[in-house]
């Protein structure tokens, strides 16, 4: 499992957000960041804290995604995997309302676990269409959407969290501008 660098105080929204950090080499990138477990149901144990850590490999050549890895803790349920969804902000009167991706979510299966986590992982960037699931372009997903939502299961009870995905637009801009800048 990866882990991100921690954020410093200059960093305030990223801070919050949470920073992309990438590493590069001849074949391509890898882009990847820790999300915090915690919900309303299930906060966060600061003392003892468990991440979902998301890694994104971009191949330098195409300038595609590899794959997307979800790395959840390893006391996730084995066998249901980790559900995803996106979310845009839309002005809601004077808030702002949340509004959830119309093609709902997708199961995840994972292809790992191991003692430190349980990965589900993406080849492409292209989930899979399934009884639970649909064919999702990852990459746009990330581009286009404002959060990414989890949702896995540990001894049948629901742990969810949210990651705001500015940051990780923000990176990938960067990422194409400098390391996986097209030749002419």
């Known amino acids: 499992m990866f882990r991100a660098e921690q954020p410093t105080k200059d960093d305030s929204i990223e801070a919050l957000a949470g920073k992309w950090d990438i590493q590069c080499s001849e074949r391509g990138c890898l882009m990847f960041t ?5 919900d309303p149901d299930h906060p966060a144990d600061l003392k003892n804290p468990e991440y979902i850590t998301i890694a994104v ?10 794959y997307f890895a979800f790395h959840v803790p390893s006391n ?11 979310s845009k ?9 949340m509004e959830l991706d119309s ?15 349980c990965v ?10 399934g009884k639970d699931s649909h064919k999702t372009d990852l ?4 581009l286009n959407s404002n959060h990414i939502l989890f949702l896995y299961t540990r001894d049948w009870q629901p742990y969810r969290t949210i ?20 030749s002419n």
């Open 34 to 38: 820790d999300v915090l477990v915690g």
């Open 57 to 66: 490999a971009m191949d330098r050549t195409t300038r595609k995604p590899a």
């Open 76 to 86: 996730a349920d084995r066998t249901q995997g980790v559900m995803i969804t996106f």
């Open 89 to 97: 902000t839309l002005p809601g009167g004077v808030t702002w309302k």
């Open 103 to 117: 093609e709902g979510a997708s199961r995840l299966p994972f292809e790992s676990c191991e003692q430190d986590s």
């Open 120 to 129: 589900a992982r993406v080849k492409n960037g292209i989930a899979a269409d």
């Open 139 to 142: 990459l746009d997903k990330f």
């Open 163 to 182: 990651k705001p995905l500015f940051p990780f637009q923000a990176a990938f801009k960067q990422l194409l501008e400098t390391e996986l800048k097209k």
